[in-house]
């Protein structure tokens, strides 16, 4: 629409009609965030890697003042990947063997300039699937022997009442426990008991009290960034495998590090969980809702994953007659599964020779596993650790790898209760075929995708079913 004209004397030139009306005013919701939109002022850009698992990495011109979740939505836009909200971008510094999940709304130039130019850091793009879980199920994350609430002493706290009080800018709950602090200049760990307050983290210079004479200040984390180990004590020096540190973000080298080590992996989580949630409140809620805003219908505790089936409604159906009927017996059920997967792989196995004749390929169940993004070749029992501990440590988070110690076995990597326990897979031969087992044989299977497949839908002997896999992906 043209402009009032103000002043009758004044010649207004006549506006010209957009040809292509649709690319500006788009009922849909944008994929991307403001942030990432044009403006009218010219913004400076900058050129980023971001890295992946097996070392590939892709350039990318952005603005100044893009953030990390604005990141990982142009890489998921370029690569076409599915977004379910897991994708993050980490910071892992290369030498001191730390690494960190940026937060979504963190400025990714920020970042970069925090560390000096003789300290290699980078950005890689990886799935962390325990970014927002504390929100899923926060009593996990914070067992009662390492939490207290000043206002409820001696009341049970509900599902809904921990995340009020850790989101709330008047109450917060106390995280306290045993932690080793490496001494500033020296080699040495000390274990002391630290208090984790709204004004910052203290430890006690007389045992277990928390009177305000015996607590010592040692770190704040509104200017500091805080660090998880990934090398393990052997390389890192830490007493235990489950070491921490804080940097403040004025300083730029390694000196300044106020490292600490916990003595389980419970600990360290339920430690850094509160850490995030001390030093930024509403704002990782707020990024936890943006995931699920301008979908209808959609809460964030009731949210159903895209492409995703419950397990609930699947039923057995024979279609073999001319009326399809549902199978109500467990056992035929679990037998026609069996025929139809063996089916589906002799089809996949066959070949056309040059005559155009169908050809069976033999040993190809030994190695069609090698092609699914699950299997990782030949890696250690360190690095499937770290593998795993770096997509975040929810239940039924896998992976499977050859075995180091036997070559003719496979192993499955699994994480339940934030710990990671390996099963060995065993290869059986019976009556000239092969079989793979995770049972000592009671359950078999021709071969490690049905195997996987089998235990997604099926707990089994494993503490619980496999969830998401840990795969190296290529940008």
Not at 235 to 253: Q, R, V
Not at 280 to 302: F, K
């Amino acid at each position: 629409n043209r402009r009032k004209k103000t002043d009758d004397n004044i010649l207004e030139i006549p506006s010209i009609p957009n040809p292509f009306p649709e690319l500006c005013c788009s009922p849909f919701a944008p994929v991307l965030s403001t942030s990432l939109l044009p403006k009218a002022t010219s913004r400076k850009k900058q050129v980023i890697k971001v890295y992946t698992e097996d070392d590939t990495s892709r350039a990318l011109e952005v603005p100044s003042d893009i953030t990390a979740r604005d990141v990982c939505q142009l890489l998921i836009l370029k690569n076409h990947y599915l977004d379910d909200h897991s994708w993050t971008l980490f910071e892992q510094l290369t030498h001191t063997g730390l690494g960190r999940a940026i937060e979504d709304h963190e400025l990714v130039m920020e970042v970069q300039s925090n560390w000096v130019m003789e300290v290699e850091n980078k950005l890689y793009f990886r799935k962390n699937y325990a970014k927002y879980e504390f929100f899923k199920n926060p009593l996990s994350f914070f067992p009662d022997h390492m939490i207290s609430f000043p206002s409820e002493p001696n009341a049970a706290v509900s599902h809904s009442g921990i995340l009020q009080m850790f989101l709330s800018s008047t109450t917060y709950p106390e995280i306290h426990g045993y932690l080793h602090a490496k001494e500033q200049g020296k080699k040495s760990w000390k274990k002391l008991y630290f208090v984790l307050r709204r004004s910052g983290l203290y430890f006690s210079t007389k045992g277990t009290s928390k009177e305000p004479r015996h607590l010592q200040f040692f770190c704040e984390f509104s200017n500091s960034d805080m660090y998880m180990s990934l090398t393990g004590k052997k390389i890192s020096g830490t007493p235990t495998n489950y070491g921490f540190c804080f940097k403040p973000n004025k300083s730029g080298g390694t000196r300044d590090l106020k490292q600490l080590c916990a003595d389980d992996e419970q600990s360290r989580t339920c430690w850094m969980t509160a850490i995030r949630l001390l030093k930024y409140g509403m704002q990782l809620y707020q990024n936890y809702m943006q995931a699920y805003q301008g979908r209808s219908g959609c809460s964030p505790l009731n949210i159903t994953p895209m492409r995703s089936i419950s397990e609930n409604s699947l039923v057995a159906m024979d279609f073999s007659g001319h009326r399809s009927r549902i199978i109500e017996n467990p056992t035929e059920a679990l037998s026609v599964a069996v025929e139809e997967g063996l089916a589906w792989r002799r089809r996949g196995c066959l070949r056309l020779n040059s005559h155009g004749s169908p050809i069976a390929v033999p040993n190809m169940g030994t190695s069609i596993h090698r092609s699914q993004s699950w299997f990782h070749h030949k890696i250690s029992r360190e690095e499937s650790q770290r593998l795993i501990l770096q997509h975040g440590l929810v239940d039924g988070v896998f992976l499977v790898r050859d075995s180091q110690s036997n070559p003719k076995t496979f192993v499955l990597s699994l994480s339940h209760g934030l710990k990671i326990k390996h099963f060995q897979i065993v290869p059986l031969e019976d009556d000239g075929k092969l079989f793979y087992t995770l049972d000592d044989g009671h359950t078999r299977f021709t071969d490690l995708i049905q195997l996987v497949e089998f235990y997604q839908l099926n707990k089994g002997v494993l503490p619980c079913k496999l969830k998401h896999y840990c795969a190296r992906i290529a940008l």
